[in-house]
């Protein structure tokens, strides 16, 4: 994967800010089956990872791996999903359809978190979160430039032989983000709660 230049990015009282603010407030999960090719380049992930390295992260400890599954890698990672299907007990059809779903986005991305327990500075909570907003602004980055993606899970990410073929020691499976070119608008977070209801102000307790 070929390292992107620098590139130009909004500072204070800059008239691009407040637009691109409006774009990413715009960003919802778009889910496989609305995804299409094409799915971003090369160059595009790695301004993406490039968005990711610039989240919060205490002590630069950069917890978090991404692997690309595209390719023939994309097959390989159908057979492993019908494979803990079969293991889970859903039967011919429902690993088929395990299969399948493996297939369907574009381009899949691997989440690996690497969380050291025993750092002397930062606990593991402070690492987890540097790892979701890594997340977070890989996905911003995407919706940004114009693709859709959704974070996936579910009882395959504790699969041991789906966690063995996707991590290194040490790392842990997250789960898949899907992403390609969406064919629609997502319908928006119907369930969000409005700003009012998650930020206030503090008032300490009186003695």
Same mark, same amino acid.
């Given at each position: ?40 380049? *090369?160059?595009?992930?790695? /301004?993406?990872?490039?968005?990711? =390295? ?37 039967? $011919? $059809? ?21 969380? *050291? ?17 890594? =997340?977070?602004?890989? /996905? ?18 504790? *699969? ?36 009012? *209801? ?10």
């Amino acid at each position: 994967m070929q390292t992107q230049p620098p590139v130009s990015v909004p500072v204070p009282g800059d008239p691009s800010g407040p637009q691109a603010l409006q774009a990413l407030l715009g960003r919802y999960s778009v889910g496989p089956k609305y995804l299409v090719e094409p799915a971003p380049s *090369d160059a595009q992930l790695a /301004l993406m990872t490039e968005a990711a =390295l610039r989240a919060p992260d205490h002590a630069e400890l950069v917890p978090w791996r991404l692997k690309l599954v595209r390719g023939e890698a994309r097959q390989a990672m159908a057979t492993l999903f019908a494979e803990a299907a079969r293991r889970a007990g859903k039967g $011919e $059809e429902g690993a088929a359809l395990d299969a399948e779903r493996a297939l369907r986005p574009p381009l899949t991305v691997a989440v690996l978190a690497r969380i *050291d327990l025993g750092h002397p500075l930062v606990p593991a909570h402070e690492q987890w979160v540097a790892v979701g907003a890594a =997340l977070a602004n890989f /996905l911003g980055a995407a919706h940004l430039l114009g693709f859709g993606g959704k974070m996936l899970s579910g009882a395959k990410v504790r *699969d041991p032989a789906i966690a063995a073929a996707f991590c290194e020691p040490g790392e842990t499976l997250l789960g898949w983000i899907a992403l390609g070119t969406p064919v629609r608008r997502p319908g928006g977070a119907q369930r969000k709660p409005p700003a009012a *209801d998650v930020m206030a102000d503090w008032h300490p307790a009186c003695k």
